[in-house]
């Protein structure tokens, strides 16, 4: 079911990439103007750090970890890795990690689809808002289940795209289809890959996949 929306080279990748860093970061989502963009993005938040507090983790990987906001759901017990391939967003995370004053809290410049990272290193994954933006999502899957340990958890977020548009059209964002989106990839996608589902949250309407414009899954890293 994942759905290529458009083929792009590694350069066209990166370019757009850094465009996208510079002009809208993560944090413009949660701090937007727009009071229900930013109210889904607080919810979607909200339910990333119910999915991960009770986790017996002691080391997590944020994998294409964008300017590191999410570090403000990670106990401070818990040794907190990011990785992204932006510049920008390294320096947006960085300068995050000095404003919280985390001190297990590291930043490092990688691709995600060769990480250069050993197997079974982390106990947890955060991968959130970043398979529709690389260039072979299976190749990133595959890159998850090495470094993240057996049983271990990883939580994904992805863009129900088909309502993602619609958003756009009703926002004035154009061009409707967001321009750093590759693929369209569905939670079936997820859970074929992963087959160990633990849970399953949809917003903002929590009882319609079809209805909602974001997809949280919590999966056991069952190898």
């Known amino acids: ?91 947006y995370a960085n300068e995050h990690i000095k404003k919280l004053k985390r001190k297990n809290a590291l930043i490092d410049k990688g691709d995600v689809l060769n990480l250069d990272i050993k197997d079974n290193s982390f106990d947890a994954a955060l991968v959130c808002d970043v398979v529709e933006h690389v260039l072979y999502p299976e190749k990133l899957f595959m890159q998850i289940k090495r470094v993240v340990k057996n049983n271990g958890y990883i939580v994904f977020c992805i863009p129900n795209e088909p309502l993602w548009q619609l958003a756009r059209a009703v926002l004035l964002r154009f061009p409707l289809r967001s321009p750093d989106h590759i693929y369209a990839i569905y939670p079936k996608d997820i859970e074929n890959y992963f087959q160990e589902v633990e849970k399953k949250v949809s917003l903002p309407i929590r009882f319609s996949q079809k209805l909602s414009l974001i997809h949280v899954l919590l999966v056991r890293n069952v190898k």
């Open 1 to 91: 079911m994942i759905k290529l929306l458009k083929k792009i080279t590694f350069k066209e990748f990166y370019e757009n990439n850094e465009k996208v860093a510079k002009t809208s970061p993560m944090r413009t989502h949660y701090q937007s103007s727009n009071p229900l963009e930013k109210l889904l993005w607080k919810q979607k938040k909200k339910i990333i750090s119910g999915l991960i507090k009770n986790l017996p983790i002691k080391n997590i990987i944020d994998i294409g970890c964008g300017d590191g906001c999410l570090l403000d759901l990670i106990d401070e017990n818990i040794n907190y890795k990011g990785i992204d391939i932006s510049p920008t967003q390294i320096n």
